[in-house]
């Protein structure tokens, strides 16, 4: 059993280990939903280049590093359970269509806001211990955020949703 945090510090270092070891496993589950989408735009969308996964790594690499702190591979239960749901998402790879690419923006949405809100936490974490650097790089992991998640409502307002409706899905 883990013990709790005792202060503020260690809530921020808990947190940004774990978002460490989360990005790096939504890494390979946005490429399957990627790779699995029907619609072009969509694919793009969920591609980690297209959400900054890699950036937002490399951000957090940095600020483990100035917190002198180790990686592991243990993720929050709520990101494992969006992992678990991205792996139902994805499952039957062959079979595309634009009722499949709703599940896929769903689950995608899904995982960008949680991600977005983490990154907000902690943003206001590393503002209020006054760590410079990391806050204005946990700011922009969130800013990355909030456009991927912009992308996505476009997306769907203009392509997947009237998509399904035309193909008499509604």
């Known amino acids: 059993m883990k013990t709790p945090p005792l202060n503020l510090s260690e809530v921020f270092n808990l947190s940004l280990v774990e978002m460490f070891a989360a990005e790096k496993k939504y890494i390979k589950a946005f490429e399957a939903m990627g790779q699995t989408a029907f619609t072009p735009e969509l694919a793009t969308a969920l591609s980690p280049d297209t959400n900054n996964t890699e950036s937002h790594i490399s951000r957090l690499q940095l600020i483990m590093e100035s917190q002198q702190l180790k990686t592991f591979r243990i993720t929050s239960t709520l990101d494992d359970e969006l992992l678990k749901k991205t792996k139902e998402v994805v499952g039957f790879a062959k079979q595309k269509s634009i009722l499949k690419d709703l599940q896929l923006l769903h689950t995608g949405k899904t995982i960008l806001e ?4 983490s990154y907000e936490v902690l943003y206001l974490l590393a503002t209020e211990l ?15 955020l909030q456009n991927s998640i912009a992308y996505l409502k476009q997306i769907s307002q203009n392509i997947i ?3 399904a ?4 899905s509604a």
């Open 161 to 163: 949703y009237p998509a």
């Open 165 to 168: 409706k035309a193909s008499g």
């Open 114 to 117: 949680m991600k977005a809100g």
């Open 130 to 144: 006054k760590l410079g650097q990391p806050a204005s790089l946990l700011e922009q992991s969130y800013k990355d």
